[in-house]
């Protein structure tokens, strides 16, 4: 790659690329968004509610992959760059204000921060960068797919409800497709992976910082929950440790098994650039997990006594479902085999339904908590007797 028409790309020097503070200041927006994201399921928990959820989390994760892949290339301390950033940061925090009322009467303010986030980001690298250079001609494909895809959002948001969520459905598939295709666009030609000439290790440490980010958002949750309960009851308590030890089993099967082993496995890879785009894809499905779990610890810490209906049952099970599903995947793509205590977690956390039944929210946390704790010990005891990466 050669250089930019005015260089803003990192300087690659063979050594991990270390996540700047500015990077780390962006993703701070990404923890008030993880909050609305949980909230809005919460209080719609119908599979109306859940569509819109995920419609909107799956924007709210495009954003925030797109810009870590821009900062992958290019460097968040040039002052050009970092003003951008920091534009991006206001127009990602007005997205997640108006998350609540996305599907009333912010559909606008969101689709249009959201646009801007993402076509004004690609035009800015489009700029700074020479027409000739492969990079170039990605983000040039890229610009005409968001194109594409702004004009769903924008005309989805003058739409009535079931237009919106249509036109909203198609427009987050169309960006999700797109680097599938290699953004191939008529006219344009397609990108290949190879030339997506990523620095793994920064790309991978930008993952699991968001997975921070989730699970912080979880413990923020649950001490906010405790904190406004007048009388610490034994329940309330109770509560607190079954959500506490729930989100540190997630916690240990992501860092705890497989996070340095994912880190060696882009960083020696020959073609970077699709590791990337699978860990992209793979931890919009475990973080998504997360913040379902986040949902189900809500429920068991304000109504612990509670009996469970079906949709906090569904929505407790959906949790540890999602989650163990994303981290399958990734352990799949980082050491090219799904876990059988994987697979058996899920099946438990399926049989946990019909009991939920019959049991109360506390019962169901402490039951939900048990299973990613006893995965995660399985897997703790496998990856020990597994050969190491490559590099690590």
């Given at each position: 790659m050669?250089a930019t028409?005015?260089?803003?790309?990192?300087n690659r020097?063979?050594h991990?690329?270390r996540?700047?503070?500015?990077?780390?200041?962006?993703d701070?927006v990404y923890?008030?968004?993880?909050?609305?994201?949980?909230?809005?399921?919460?209080?719609?928990?119908?599979?109306?509610?859940?569509?819109e959820?995920?419609?909107?989390?799956?924007?709210?994760?495009?954003?925030?992959?797109y810009?870590?892949?821009?900062t992958?290339?290019f460097?968040?301390?040039?002052?050009?760059?970092?003003?951008?950033?920091?534009v991006?940061?206001?127009l990602?925090?007005?997205?997640?204000a108006?998350?609540?009322?996305a599907?009333?009467?912010?559909?606008l303010?969101?689709?249009?921060?959201?646009?801007?986030l993402?076509?004004?980001r690609?035009?800015f690298?489009?700029?700074?960068?020479?027409?000739?250079?492969?990079?170039?001609?990605n983000?040039?494909r890229?610009?005409?797919?968001?194109?594409?895809?702004?004009?769903?959002?924008?005309?989805?948001?003058?739409?009535?409800?079931?237009?919106?969520?249509?036109?909203?459905?198609?427009?987050?598939?169309?960006?999700?497709?797109?680097p599938m295709?290699?953004f191939?666009?008529p006219g344009?030609?397609?990108?290949q992976?190879?030339?997506?000439t990523?620095?793994?290790?920064?790309?991978?440490?930008?993952?699991?910082?968001?997975?921070?980010?989730?699970?912080?958002?979880?413990l923020?949750?649950?001490?906010?929950?405790?904190?406004?309960?007048?009388?610490?009851?034994t329940?309330?308590l109770s509560?607190?440790?079954?959500?506490?030890?729930?989100t540190l089993a997630?916690?240990w099967?992501?860092?705890?098994?497989?996070s340095?082993?994912a880190?060696a496995k882009i960083?020696?890879?020959?073609?970077?650039?699709?590791?990337?785009?699978?860990?992209?894809y793979?931890?919009?499905?475990l973080?998504g997990?997360?913040i379902?779990?986040?949902v189900?610890?809500d429920l068991?810490?304000?109504?612990?006594?509670?009996?469970?209906?079906?949709?906090?049952?569904?929505?407790?099970?959906?949790?540890?479902?999602l989650y163990?599903?994303g981290?399958?995947?990734?352990?799949?793509?980082v050491?090219?085999?799904?876990?059988?205590?994987?697979?058996a977690?899920?099946?438990?956390?399926l049989a946990?339904?019909?009991?939920g039944?019959?049991a109360?929210?506390l019962?169901?946390?402490w039951?939900?908590?048990?299973l990613?704790?006893?995965?995660?010990?399985?897997?703790?005891?496998t990856r020990?007797?597994a050969?190491a990466?490559?590099?690590?």
């Open positions: 050669t028409r005015r260089s803003i790309l990192r020097d063979g991990h690329a996540v700047t503070y500015e990077e780390l200041f962006f701070l923890v008030f968004a993880v909050t609305q994201l949980s909230h809005l399921l919460l209080h719609h928990l119908s599979p109306v509610g859940a569509l959820t995920l419609i909107l989390w799956f924007a709210v994760w495009l954003g925030w992959q810009t870590c892949w821009v992958n290339w460097d968040p301390e040039n002052p050009r760059l970092r003003g951008v950033l920091f991006l940061m206001l990602a925090l007005m997205m997640a108006a998350i609540p009322e599907f009333g009467d912010r559909g303010v969101f689709a249009a921060c959201y646009v801007t993402q076509l004004g690609t035009l690298v489009i700029f700074h960068l020479d027409r000739g250079t492969p990079l170039a001609a983000y040039r890229m610009a005409a797919w968001f194109t594409l895809s702004g004009c769903f959002w924008i005309a989805g948001a003058f739409a009535g409800h079931e237009g919106r969520l249509a036109l909203w459905g198609i427009a987050v598939l169309l960006e999700y497709v797109a295709t290699g191939a666009f344009l030609g397609r990108s992976t190879s030339e997506w990523i620095e793994g290790g920064h790309l991978a440490e930008r993952c699991q910082l968001f997975v921070i980010v989730a699970l912080g958002e979880t923020l949750a649950t001490g906010a929950t405790l904190g406004r309960d007048q009388s610490w009851s329940p309330i509560a607190l440790g079954a959500t506490f030890l729930g997630l916690w099967l992501y860092f705890g098994t497989s340095k082993d880190t960083t020696t890879s020959d073609d970077p650039g699709r590791i990337g785009a699978w860990f992209n793979v931890h919009a499905i973080v997990g997360i379902v779990c986040a189900g610890n068991a810490m304000e109504h612990p006594g509670g009996h469970a209906s079906l949709p906090q049952v569904l929505v407790i099970a959906a949790g540890p479902i163990l599903a981290s399958a995947i990734y352990r799949r793509v050491y090219g085999r799904v876990p059988a205590s994987h697979l977690g899920i099946l438990a956390a946990l339904a019909p009991i039944l019959n109360n929210l019962t169901m946390g039951c939900t908590t048990l990613l704790a006893a995965v995660a010990i399985w897997e703790s005891q020990r007797t050969p990466i490559a590099g690590r």
